[in-house]
Every structure is written in C-alpha cells, then in structure tokens.
C-alpha cells in the first residue's frame, strides 16, 4: 500500500542526528562561493549529510574545470562542521567517497556527542557576520599575531596559507594584470559576469551591485565585476588605496578534486578565523582562473604547490559592514530524508 493511501497513517522521523546535521546545512547556506553560485546541495540521512556539487551551477567560461565549484563547496563542508562541533557532535568526515557518483563531494557521519569545541564556538559566530568586503581597508597594518592564527588555521587542514610580503607585490600585481587582461579581454567571460551581477534586492544568488566597490588605484588590482573593459585597473592616480592590504595564497599539494575540496575548507577557516579576530577579507581567485596568471603566482610561490585562491586582508576601515549578499532558500539546497514509522517528530532545528 503507498504511504499516502487512505487508511494507513505513516509517521516519519527525524531523529537528533539527522537535526544536527540539517542545522549544519542549513548554517552552510552562508558559506562564500564563487560569484555567489551557492553550487551545493544537500542530502541528509538519519545519521550522515551527503554534499553534491551542483553542476548545473558551474560556470563554464569562467570555471570550465569546475575547480572553483568544488572550491565553493568546500566552504561549505568546513561550515557545516565548524557548526557540527560548535553543538558539540562528534563526527567524522569522508571526502569524495568513491561511490561512482563523482559529485558526492563529501559525507559527514554523525557519531555521537562530543565536548564542544571553543574554537569551533567562535568561528560559528563569524559565520553570522563574515561577508566579503572589497571595500579599501584602513590604513592600520594587520597584526602579524592575527596573520599567524590565519596561517595555523589553514594548517589545520591540508592546505596552507602562504602569506606574501612586499617583495612578493609586484608579482601578484602582474598576476592580476595578467588575469584582467585575458578575462575581461574575453566578451564570453564579460557576458557570464555580468548575468551573475544583482540589482540590491534581486533574486536568490549572485552578487549585488551595492556589494561591489571602487576599484582605485590599488597595489593589487581587484577583480573588476562591471567589466568595463581592459585597461580599466591601470593606476590612474597617485594616491594608492588599499596600501596596508595584505595578500595570502591558499596552496595546496595536488592540483585535483580532492584538493580543489580541502582549499575550500583552508578558506573557509581562514575567512572565519580573520571575522573573528575582526578582520575583513575578500576571497580573489581571479589571480587562479587564468593559466598565464596561475603561472606567475606559482613562480612567486617557488614552484612549491599550487595556488588555490588568494585573499585579501585587512583591518576594516570602518564598523559598518557591506551589504549582505542574498542566499537561496534552504528548501532548495537541502534535502532531508526521514525514517520511515518512528516515533513521532520532535522539534524541528532552529531555522529549519
Ligand atoms: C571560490 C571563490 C572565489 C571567489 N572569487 C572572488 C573574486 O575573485 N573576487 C571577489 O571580490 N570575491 C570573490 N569571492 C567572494 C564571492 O563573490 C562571495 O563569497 C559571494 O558573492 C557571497 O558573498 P559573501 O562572501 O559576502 O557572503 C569568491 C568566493 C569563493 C568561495
């Protein structure tokens, strides 16, 4: 008899792992991800949460490998398990199980309950107020204490965060150069950014105008969303903003899935351990999308690695944040699949 038939009540249930683990997603949902794509989803059991990659969300000019899709997804994952211990659940995680689905990123099983982690507490804060800040920063160095917890959280992944100096300037400033060149040198690339840019307000994903800012003279040029056409980085004035910006590379050993998933995850414990120590950051991988300048950043790196995505850094220059940048519904990421015939369903997670 089907489940809906007349006469026959079915009870589903969602038991406390299966809620822990949708309230890991659901905190997901915030992760960054290239151009605001949010190319994940969901699928959570009664006792693991399957992440996807959704490559219907690839960007294929910009992204044809799709490297910065599973980038994206791996800040997802480390969100969902900076949240996971933060509740204080122990857990384990299995990257791209090899099941014959290569878009099943990664499952993380919940195993039961463990002392919940301070660290994983703080982070959990930062994921409600991190947002990517393009704005200039203040002209107040970062302090090298504050670089040295960004450097160990990366390394508590395996991936790194190579910090550059200023000999290493002129580099990434040609590496951006190079990047500005080609891609906005590109009209299929200029027409695949601009269908992802939002008026404030609109839709689900992408990136909002308001979120944007003046691209000035900078000693790195960042990325230039309005495309408005090559040359438009070039310094044009004297005064440099940005000057007390500073630059880290995530770096990877390989350069392949499983690798492109664990500098999503490096990122993400960057981006959340710099919002906790009051730091902006915004996250540059058009330094990475473009072979030329992927090269340049590789040579600078001593041909150790590969350079996953860099990120800029600084103190911000003022308390009020940029805009935020509009999520998707969590009905549409998340999937959550009950048991059949328990006990009737206790309280739904927060948020859900
Ligand atoms: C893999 C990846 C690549 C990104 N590349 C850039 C970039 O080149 N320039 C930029 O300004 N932001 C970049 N971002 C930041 C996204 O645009 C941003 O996360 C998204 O618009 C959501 O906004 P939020 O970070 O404020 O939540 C990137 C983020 C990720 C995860």
Same mark, same amino acid.
């Given at each position: 008899m089907p489940a809906n038939a007349p006469g026959r009540t079915t009870t589903f249930h969602i038991g406390p792992a299966s809620q822990e683990l949708t309230r890991a997603a659901l905190a997901a949902v915030q992760a960054p991800s290239i151009l605001n794509t949010q190319p994940w989803r969901w699928r959570i059991t009664h006792d693991a949460a399957l992440l996807y990659a959704d490559q219907r969300r690839r960007l294929p000019i910009l992204d044809p490998t799709g490297r910065l899709l599973v980038l994206s997804c791996g800040t997802a994952l480390h969100h969902a398990c900076v949240t996971l211990a933060a509740d204080g659940a122990d857990f384990e995680v299995e990257p791209?199980?090899?099941? @014959?689905?290569?878009?099943?990123?990664a499952v993380v099983r919940h195993r039961g309950v463990a002392e919940p982690s301070a660290r994983a507490q703080r982070q959990r804060r930062a994921i409600r107020v991190r947002r990517s800040d393009r704005r200039p920063f203040a002209t107040r160095p970062v302090p090298q204490e504050s670089l040295d917890r960004l450097c160990r959280a990366a390394q508590r992944t395996d991936a790194r965060l190579q910090m550059t100096w200023s000999r290493d300037l002129a580099d990434l400033a040609v590496a951006a150069g190079q990047a500005t060149d080609v891609l906005l040198g590109d009209p299929q690339y200029r027409a695949e950014l601009a269908a992802w840019i939002r008026q404030p307000g609109e839709g689900h994903d992408g990136v909002p105008v308001d979120t944007l800012a003046p691209l000035g003279a900078r000693p790195v040029p960042i990325r230039d969303?309005? #495309?408005? @056409?090559? @040359? #438009?980085?070039?310094?044009?004035?004297?005064d440099i903003c940005d000057p007390e910006a500073r630059y880290g590379i995530v770096v990877t050993d390989g350069d392949g899935p499983h690798d492109w998933l664990t500098a999503g995850v490096a990122l993400s414990a960057v981006l959340l351990t710099a919002t906790a120590e009051h730091l902006a950051t915004s996250p540059m991988s058009d330094l990475v999308e473009n072979e030329v300048a992927r090269r340049t950043l590789r040579r600078m790196l001593? @041909?150790?690695?590969?350079? #996953?995505i860099g990120v800029r850094i600084g103190v911000p220059a003022t308390s009020t944040p940029p805009p935020r940048a509009p999520r998707r519904p969590a009905a549409e990421v998340i999937e959550v699949v009950a048991d059949e015939a328990g006990p009737p369903q206790s309280q739904p997670p927060e948020g859900a």
């Open positions: 791209m199980p090899d099941d @014959g689905d290569p878009d099943l990123l969303f309005t #495309a408005v @056409g090559v @040359g #438009a980085n070039v310094v044009s004035r004297v001593g @041909g150790v690695g590969y350079p #996953a």
